[in-house]
């Protein structure tokens, strides 16, 4: 029986084509906060990460009734 699997060519990788492959340089920031009252609890988060690909930005409130 033939094997039909293609040969796969192996290289070496340098440092800098290395952080391009895994996602290059990034930065990351995330906040939270959580209140509890008598009447509910109240969370809330905000995230901003920022790469040479962008920024993304994201936020998020919950709020749930005792």
């Known amino acids: ?3 039909l699997a ?3 060519e192996s290289a070496e990788l340098s ?3 290395l952080d391009n492959v895994s996602g290059g340089l990034g ?3 995330l906040a939270g906060v959580h209140l509890e009252t ?3 609890d109240v969370c809330a988060d ?3 990460v920022a ?3 962008g920024v993304v930005s994201a936020a998020s409130v919950h709020v749930a009734a005792l």
Request: charged letters at 20%; proline letters at 5%.
């Open 51 to 53: 790469s040479v690909d």
């Open 38 to 40: 008598p009447v509910a």
């Open 1 to 3: 029986m033939e094997n």
């Open 27 to 29: 930065l990351g920031a």
């Open 6 to 8: 293609s040969r796969i």
């Open 46 to 48: 905000v995230l901003a």
């Open 15 to 17: 440092d800098s084509a």
